[in-house]
């Protein structure tokens, strides 16, 4: 079976995280990808990424600068695809391989560009270097939230619990104020899907023009797009029901020391199973022990914080009676989302992950047998595979060379596409059916809805309950809503009818329920043979592939919070850190992010043969990407790398934040001659940094003196006093801006670009969101509209189908189907219990107290 990709030629002349990944995906999925090296190597290939991200490539070593050396490099441009870059803005000009340049030569030619701020914006030409994203942008104060909450943050308002004492250990993050740097680099991250997501849109769109186009996003826009469901602003962020608890930095969040010292993750924690199971001497996990409308469950709306402080330490004692595999074991069987917090070198090493695929093992020349992340995703008729280790650089340069002089001697023209149409968007014409669930499903759907496709929203009767919450906002805009309750025969006919006129149906539930309800994709293919199916998990295929899984459980899963955490290593206050849940975090937003791309070049695949297939990916495979950074030994051993500790202030005295006299500053020294101009402005001119030191202990105890030094000098001045200097010096920094996401939907920059986007709302008022994540010059994503209301487009839909009024008002009666804000509820099955008011804990308490 051969990749998607197959056949297609790629140009990689990106390195750090961004780029490299993205062309790794390219070449995982079939295409033959030449890394284009500068004279002594890719200057970041030191880091342990780069035994994952540079697999599967060739390696060719040309001077752009010298005269034969860029005609070879034409040649191959003149035949090539793709071509990924992330040069500083206006570097590719002055080498004249820029995107006007190469498209005159090759028309065909997908140029993407990889920036840390975008072209010709007021922050292009600031140092791009991850860390430094994170604390211009103010990510670095997300990652664990604010105590007045997301939604109230935005607005400027005030904490509205100010008086509740909650204890430091109850919550996530270092026992400090101020920001937090984490392990996870997600502005690459972000800029990874976005430019893979693009890469795939653009070619898409060129099967249909004939013509390739520029693809640009940055990680800015990687940061935006992590941020998505924190950046949000309401001009009535006190309608009911849009707030949470959630997005809270003093909510607890569900994690709990078990017995044996190690640590796991209940989400959404629930009070009945945990202390029912431990009652005993022994855990009790019958599976009645939760039920799916228990309302022992905690609600939703910011008030449930104060139920949350009363359970939290009454859980963490029942948690701590038993160890954390039988915990896990339990909530199996309980079917209950609950998971261990583990090491990424734990997570590789897990044999389901290998039998999956979603982690593979290979042969690196210098390290021996490895484990990796495996394939992001699953194509049933077109599955790529990961690629061969790394090649050392320059290794197919004659090979390379050799190419393009062919290419000059037989005076190859790029070769013309046939045009089969024009498209004002990518996905122009492309119907989707979303009848995924939470934000995993509908966060992929929205992003094919921003790249032109109609996407109608399979919603069920129950759905207005989650939809009225604001994170629901952040993945179902753009989109069409139809109520559909689909035990009833007269519902599922309406689904079955649509998915005749679909491309694509795209949905997150188990996939045994799909097969119960018979919308599994061997029943549909069978009324659309050609139709795209894509099926997402929480888990890898296998074992825990029908257990409920999330964001957060595959982030401990995965190893992601034991490093955002700062788990592997003491700070320097001598301690390791605990699990964290990062705010801006790529689980289930990659999940989409995935699917989409999938999703894309099935559509490819589908355009040039006809034919559909079944795709699937997980919450799982986008965590192992986020966490490529890293590899393992078959044993779960690791290879030095850098680690943050339990402080998360950084790596390195020359790669983190420290405070100052008011405020944070970040710093992330590259070269020796930023070490010699810190300490310039530092009035410390004679330290020299030695790379060489003999041990690692020598390593280590030197980095603590010097970071020890350098806090020290930073308490004289202010954070914008030493900016104002290092960054005259030449010293890569950033201020850690606790300021920028409130500024950010106020940047007509921004606006003008679509980065944003502000939408009149009926039940929150005006409406402010992060906009589109990456740009294509030619077909344009559009932004198609706000957050869906449950159920508004029911009658449009089933008018176009030639349902009648009379039709539409029985099946409402009868609760077939439904319409906004439907004021009736079919009758449930509860347990004796559940039949309180849906109001979640606090308002339950609240009714006790006055009895």
Not at 407 to 421: M, P, Q, S
Request: charged share 20%; proline share 6%; glycine share 10%.
């Amino acid at each position: 079976m051969a990749g998607v990709l197959k056949n297609l030629k790629v140009l990689d002349l990106s390195w750090g995280i961004a780029g490299p990944m993205t062309a790794m995906l390219l070449g995982d999925n079939g295409a033959q990808v030449t890394k284009i090296e500068p004279p002594g190597g890719d200057p970041f290939r030191g880091q342990l990424g780069y035994k994952v991200w540079q697999r599967g490539k060739r390696s060719a070593v040309l001077d752009l600068k010298n005269a034969d050396d860029k005609k070879a490099f034409l040649a191959l441009a003149s035949q090539a695809d793709v071509l990924v870059e992330s040069y500083a803005p206006g570097t590719a000009e002055k080498l004249g391989i820029d995107f006007k340049t190469l498209s005159a030569l090759n028309p065909r030619l997908i140029y993407c560009s990889i920036t840390g701020y975008g072209r010709d914006t007021a922050l292009s030409n600031r140092p791009a270097y991850d860390a430094l994203v994170q604390a211009r942008t103010g990510l670095m104060f997300e990652q664990r939230g604010w105590a007045e909450g997301a939604l109230n943050h935005m607005n400027g308002l005030p904490d509205p619990f100010p008086d509740l004492e909650i204890p430091s250990d109850w919550v996530q993050g270092a026992d400090r104020e101020g920001p937090l740097f984490v392990a996870s680099y997600w502005p690459s991250l972000g800029a990874f899907f976005n430019a893979s997501l693009g890469i795939s849109a653009a070619l898409r769109a060129r099967e249909i023009t004939g013509k390739g186009q520029w693809v640009e996003t940055s990680l800015l826009q990687g940061a935006m797009a992590g941020a998505a469901g924190v950046w949000q602003r309401a001009e009535k962020p006190d309608a009911p029901g849009f707030d949470t608890w959630i997005l809270n930095s003093r909510s607890p969040k569900g994690h709990f020391q078990a017995k044996d010292g190690k640590w796991l993750h209940n989400w959404v924690p629930n009070p009945r199973f945990i202390l029912q199971a431990a009652q005993g001497d022994t855990l009790n996990a019958t599976p009645d022990l939760t039920v799916q409308n228990d309302p022992d469950r905690f609600g939703t709306g910011p008030e449930e914080i104060l139920v949350m402080s009363h359970y939290q330490p009454i859980m963490a004692e029942a948690v701590a009676k038993f160890p954390v595999a039988d915990w896990v074991e339990a909530a199996a069987t309980a079917e209950m989302t609950m998971q261990p917090v583990r090491s990424i070198e734990e997570s590789l090493a897990d044999p389901a992950f290998l039998e999956d695929g979603c982690a593979t093992e290979t042969q690196d020349p210098e390290l021996g047998t490895i484990r990796t992340v495996g394939n992001a995703f699953n194509m049933s008729l077109t599955q790529g595979k990961p690629g061969a280790p790394p090649v050392a650089p320059g290794a197919n340069t004659d090979e390379v060379k050799a190419e393009a002089a062919q290419i000059i001697a037989e005076a190859k023209a790029a070769t013309a596409a046939a045009k089969k149409g024009d498209l004002k968007a990518p996905l122009e014409g492309i119907t989707v059916l979303d009848l995924g669930l939470a934000i995993a499903g509908p966060f992929g759907t929205q992003l094919l809805s921003d790249l032109g496709a109609t996407v109608i929203k399979i919603n069920g009767l129950y759905d207005l309950f989650w939809h009225r919450v604001h994170i629901a906002y952040m993945a179902n805009r753009g989109k069409k809503s139809i109520t559909l309750n689909l035990k009833d025969p007269r519902a599922m006919k309406i689904l079955l009818d649509l998915v005749k006129q679909a491309d694509v149906v795209q949905h997150n539930m188990r996939y045994d329920a799909a097969e119960r309800l018979k919308i599994d994709y061997e029943s549909l293919k069978q009324i659309k043979p050609d139709l795209i199916y894509c099926h997402t998990r929480g888990f890898e295929r296998g074992k825990r592939a029908s257990l409920p899984g999330n964001d957060q459980t595959g982030a401990c899963l995965s190893g992601i919070q034991f490093e955002d955490g700062g788990m592997g290593r003491e700070g320097s206050n001598g301690e390791v850190g605990r699990p964290l849940w990062s705010f801006t975090s790529f689980g289930d937003t990659g999940n989409g992010f995935l699917s989409a791309v999938a999703i894309c070049n099935a559509i490819y695949h589908r355009d040039r043969t006809g034919e559909g297939q079944f795709v699937d990916t997980s919450i799982i495979n986008a965590a192992l990407l986020n966490t490529s950074y890293a590899v393992a030994t078959p044993k779960g051993e690791g290879f030095a790398r850098p680690r943050i500790g339990g402080d998360q202030v950084g790596y390195s005295a020359g790669h983190r934040i420290y405070p100052t006299k008011d405020g944070w500053l970040c710093i992330v020294v590259v070269n020796q001659n930023h070490w010699d101009e810190l300490f310039a402005v530092l009035r410390a001119p004679r330290l020299t940094i030695d790379e060489h030191f003999a041990t690692h202990e020598a390593r280590e105890a030197n980095d603590k003196q010097l970071t020890a030094f350098i806090a020290g000098r930073m308490q004289a001045h202010t954070a914008a006093e030493w900016f104002a200097e290092l960054d005259a010096a030449g010293v890569p920094c950033e201020i850690v801006d606790p300021e920028f996401s409130r500024k950010l939907h106020d940047n007509p920059e921004f606006q003008q670009r679509k980065w944003v986007v502000s939408y009149p709302h009926p039940v929150v008022g005006k409406l402010d969101q992060i906009g589109l994540l990456v740009s294509l010059s030619d077909t344009p994503g559009v932004i198609q509209g706000r957050p869906l209301l449950v159920g508004e487009h029911t009658k449009e839909i089933m008018a176009s189908m030639g349902y009648s009024e009379d039709d539409m008002k029985t099946m409402e009666e009868q609760f077939a189907i439904g319409f906004p804000g439907m004021p009736r509820m079919p009758p449930r099955p509860t347990a004796a219990k559940a039949e309180a008011p849906k109001q979640g804990m606090a308002g339950m308490l609240a009714q006790e107290s006055k009895k």
